[in-house]
């Protein structure tokens, strides 16, 4: 940007844990502004995996995040008229937010009845360290590994 740096928003925590981190998934989730009706499938999705699995829904969802967060990332970049793909560091805000966003549209494109019912599932698959959300960072991963080549071009 030509001015200074825009300023970090902060949000506000979510009603029923109190945490920023859920008001942010929720964001994600959320569809034309409705976000009492994305509480509504976070919460519902966090009671069902209570019921399936007898565990705090709330540890099962972070630990599911953090199974889901890539620590590398491809970047492309033009070098002498080739295009390179470098892998690079993930920054832990932009890591939480890939980990959010894959679960988020994971979980949509599974068979289902409900959202809340779809994102569960994905969640729990997501903790044991299975599913699509778990799979794409697999393969994020890998193909850092494949052009580890290329990351003295890093910028």
């Not at 925590?13 to 859920?22: A, H």
């Not at 007898?54 to 972070?62: A, C, F, H, I």
């Not at 889901?68 to 295009?83: D, L, T």
Request: proline fraction near 5%; charge should be positive.
């Amino acid at each position: 940007m030509r001015k200074k740096r825009a300023p970090k928003r902060y949000l506000q925590p979510d009603p029923k844990f109190g945490e920023p981190v859920v008001t942010q998934f929720v964001n994600c989730i959320m569809w034309s502004g409705k976000k009492s009706t994305a509480y509504e499938i976070f919460y519902g999705a966090l009671d069902l995996i209570e019921e399936r699995t007898k565990e705090s829904g709330l540890e099962t969802w972070r630990k599911a995040l953090s199974n889901v967060s890539p620590a590398v990332e491809v970047r492309s970049r033009r070098i002498g008229g080739a295009n390179f793909q470098i892998p690079t560091e993930v920054r832990p805000e932009r890591k939480l937010s890939l980990g959010m966003k894959a679960l988020i549209n994971y979980s949509r494109s599974r068979n289902g009845r409900s959202m809340a019912d779809k994102l569960a599932n994905e969640i729990i698959a997501a903790s044991k360290g299975e599913g699509g959300a778990f799979k794409r960072k697999e393969d994020t991963h890998r193909m850092a590994e494949a052009n580890k080549a290329f990351s003295h071009f890093r910028f």
